[in-house]
Structure formats: structure tokens, C-alpha cells
């Protein structure tokens, strides 16, 4: 465990917003960039869940004590082994990505946790956590999970185009942000392809892997598709500037709410933090990996950030660098606020 101690009066899951993700391979840089943009934002405590292979377990432990204590005291930490309950480890390990597929088995490995927000590695928040984790209080009676669309457009999205299996609504929905309640997850009877009554979530897993494996793509993307395709009413569908990718501006700009109010969660698949090809994309993950912990925000963060800009307004999503501004510097704005006042409240007592 890392940062604060549990509050001896209260169960620590009830304090936490839970945040997990999993990491395999060369993901911890990137890993510990998704940790840290968590930690400089968001407001209420965090609980971060990190499943990782075990040459990387030692390391995150050894990375996150190294920040400053005025962070670590916003988070604890619990690092787990990649461990799959049903079917064959090796296939479900081999699953599209490496690991990738542990995020299906959440609900049955943290039995403890009512509620979770799960996100890919190449994930990037640009607001507080508290925001999004508030939608848990939107769900309906009958929803227990939320993610964002795969496309907001039927005619370019991958699913309508190509998909050869059920996927949810007109475009699928895209699982590298992934709201959770897993109480409501561990208790619902799922209908299915399989059999014709319900069945929990980890008996229908395995089984609905056989069943498509030879016509998924994505992997376990696909496999929740399949599933919120047979149980749509158990899914809230959040707007794209909360999982916001480079299909949402490689194409023209196609995510209203991003443009709007701008981009909330900020989703580099495709590998581009780490290549040229959306240069955007990558100056956000860097200035963010670059920023001194505890420095000033706007002069060592959102500076630097649009100095970096200027050099992609020549790029498809470098002509609308305020989606990308909007947001973040609403947040840095706030936190800054609450600094001072809290410096304030401190010096002088009234």
C-alpha cells in the first residue's frame, strides 16, 4: 500500500474513488503519466487498483513512492498480478493486446469494490476524476456500466463497417474508459447467445469467448459489445469528449460536446504519444510527463502546453487546439483557487 493510511471510522472504499488499469509490456512510462495527470487534478481521495505482469510490480511500487508526499497523500496503491478466474490464462492473456483482458475479470477480483472507473493506459485526464465518477449517479435503476461510443459517425465507424459480430447501438461503444458498478455487475442475471435464461457475468465469459473468438478483432472491446448488444438497458453511454481519441479529429472534427466544452478524458490509442502522426496528441503527454509536481501550473504546465501547440496547428487536430485547452485550463484555474484558498485559510484565522 502506498500514500494514506485507511480512516480507521470508515471502510476506505466508501472514502475512494476507485481508478484501475492494467499494465503489461513496455506500459509503465505511459502508465505512470495516466497515474499522475489523476493525482494533479482531482480533488477527492483516489484508490488506484494497478494489475501489472511481475516484472513491473516492483517498479511501480518503486516509481509512485517517489513523488512528493503532497501527492502520495491523495492516493493509496495496490498492485496485483495478471489472474484470470474462468477459461484458459494463456488465450485470455493473448487476447488482443497483452492483458488487456483482465479488465473483464474487475468485478470478480475486487469483490470488495462497489464502484470503478476502469481506463486503458493510454488514458490522460484533463479534469478532476470527481466529474465523471459523479455519473454513477445518473445510471438508471437497470445500468451498471458506462463507456463513450466507438464513432459518433455510423458511416465511418469500424463496427458498422466492419464488424462480424453484435455490437451495442448504431456504432459500438469503446472500452478504454469504462465506468463501473461492479455490485450491480456481480449481482444481474445477463441474457445471452448461449443459453436461454440468464447468466451471471463470470459464467457467461469463457463461453462467449468460444462462441466468437474466431470473428472478434478488438478483443475484450468486442466481447463487452457482444454483451451490451444482448443487455442494452444495463448501459449508460456517456458523450465522446469523455474518452476523446484521434478519430475524433483525424477526420474533421466530429465530437461535439469536446468542442463545446472541451475534451474531459483524452484517449492516445493508436500509439500516438509515442510517434509523429498526431502530434497533438503526443505535446499533451509529454508536458504533462515533463511537469515538476510541484510547480506552477499554468507557468510549467499550460505554457508550455501551447507553446508546443503552435508548432501543430497544421495537423488535423493541431487546427483546434482549444478542445484540447478548454477544459484543462478550466481545471488548472480551479485547482489553483482552491490553493489559495486553503493558503489563505491557513494564515489568517477569523
Known sequence: KLGEQKHPKEPSSLQCMHLAV???????????????????????????????????????EKKLKEWPSSYTKKFESSIYPITFSVGNAQEWKK???????????????????????????????LRPIDDIWHLLREFNSTQLAAMAPEHEIPKIGWYS??????????????????????????STQFKNSLIPGGLTWEEMLYPLYQKYKNY???????????????????????????????????YGSNCRGAE???????????????????PTFKALYEVIRDFPFEDNLFQSLYYP????????????????????????EKTMKKVYENRVIVYLGANHRY
Open 161 to 186: 463497417r466492419f464488424a462480424r459480430h453484435p455490437y451495442y447501438g448504431t456504432t459500438g461503444v469503446n472500452s478504454g474508459v469504462m465506468l463501473m458498478n461492479l455490485t450491480r455487475i456481480r
Open 22 to 60: 492494467v499494465a503489461c509490456g513496455d506500459r509503465l512510462e505511459e502508465t505512470l503519466i495516466m497515474l499522475k495527470s489523476a493525482v494533479l487534478f482531482s480533488n477527492r481521495r483516489l484508490c488506484f487498483h494497478i494489475f501489472a505482469e511481475d516484472s513491473l510490480q516492483p517498479e511501480f
Open 95 to 125: 487476447l488482443f493486446k497483452p492483458c488487456a483482458a483482465q479488465r473483464l475479470f474487475l468485478p470478480v477480483i475486487l469483490k470488495d469494490v462497489d464502484s470503478l472507473l476502469y481506463v486503458d493506459t493510454d488514458v490522460l485526464f
Open 260 to 278: 463545446e466544452e472541451g475534451v474531459s478524458i483524452l484517449h492516445g490509442n493508436r500509439g500516438v504519444y509515442h510517434d509523429d502522426k498526431q
Open 216 to 250: 472478434i478483432t478488438w478483443g475484450d472491446q468486442d466481447l463487452l459489445n457482444i454483451i451490451f448488444y444482448f443487455n442494452p438497458e444495463c448501459l449508460y453511454v456517456f458523450p465522446c469528449q469523455w474518452n476523446y481519441r484521434p478519430d475524433h479529429c483525424m
Open 305 to 328: 502546453l501551447q507553446s508546443k501547440f503552435l508548432d501543430t496547428v497544421h495537423t488535423l487536430c493541431g487546427r483546434i487546439p482549444q478542445v484540447f485547452l478548454k477544459q484543462i
